[in-house]
């Protein structure tokens, strides 16, 4: 079975840009969630969608939104890109989110924003 | 709120000896899951091992096991025979059974484990 992947592996952006990244969880999962992972901060929550829906939100600007699509593939955006920014983003897949589901997490993109 | 709280930023030690990574957490919660994370250089991260709060027995994994003070709120990782390809940053997480809007997974900030030849 395949794993979770991420597209694309790096990014360069620009402050004030918009970037999307994209997220194709293991077939059959239906809950994706994103983190950012900083050197600071560690693995923070950014949201989780299952079956379209965002069912969890963490403490995150506007600027950060995210999607699920009828497949579980899941897209995050980020607007207005800040120099903070810069992070890697990390997403896991599960098949429902909850109880003892083991999330598997893809192999991340690395987001530096200039 | 949960809190995840890893005290060693950072460890090194031989191959093949035995380390104890700590972490505690906080939480009103009776019924909860708790993780181990790795996540090697470069690599994915994996899960380790997994406790459910409601069994008293330590979880193991081959060479990992925990040692789970309910307690006491505390979830160590011990690696037992440590190799090479345990070098890695390790995770310790924070999850309720079943979550609500506002519930989320909480992860401690992470022990960088280097293991020495």
């Known amino acids: 079975k395949a794993g979770v992947t991420q597209t694309p592996r790096y990014l360069i952006k620009t402050r004030g840009q918009q970037v999307t990244l994209s997220c194709s969880p293991i077939s059959g999962h239906r809950s994706v969630s994103w983190y950012q992972q900083t050197p600071g901060q560690g693995l923070q929550f950014l949201f989780e969608?299952?079956?379209?829906?965002?069912?969890n939100k963490g403490n995150f600007p506007g600027r950060f939104s995210g999607r699920q699509f009828s497949n579980s593939r899941s897209e995050m955006n980020v607007s207005t890109l800040e120099l903070g920014d810069s992070a890697l983003y990390l997403c896991a897949s599960s098949f429902s989110g909850q109880g003892a589901d083991t999330q598997y997490f893809g192999p991340g993109t690395r987001l530096t924003v200039l | 709120a949960q809190t995840v709280t890893q005290s060693q930023p950072e460890m090194s030690v031989q191959e093949a000896e035995t380390v104890t990574l700590s972490c505690t957490y906080d939480?009103?919660?009776?019924?909860?899951?708790l993780f181990w994370y790795k996540q090697p250089p470069s690599r994915q991260m994996i899960l380790v091992i997994r406790?459910?709060?409601?069994?008293?027995q330590n979880a193991t994994e081959n060479r990992f096991s925990v040692n789970f003070q309910k307690a006491a709120k505390s979830f160590s990782l011990k690696i037992s025979d440590s190799q090479l390809g345990d070098t890695a940053m390790y995770f310790c997480?924070?999850?309720?059974?079943?979550?609500?809007?506002?519930?989320?997974?909480?992860f401690g900030k992470g022990t960088r484990l280097h293991i020495l030849p």
């Open positions: 969608y299952f079956s379209e829906t965002q069912r």
């Open positions: 997480a924070f999850m309720k059974p079943r979550r609500g809007r506002d519930d989320k997974i909480i």
């Open positions: 406790q459910e709060a409601y069994k008293q």
């Open positions: 939480t009103s919660e009776s019924n909860y899951y």
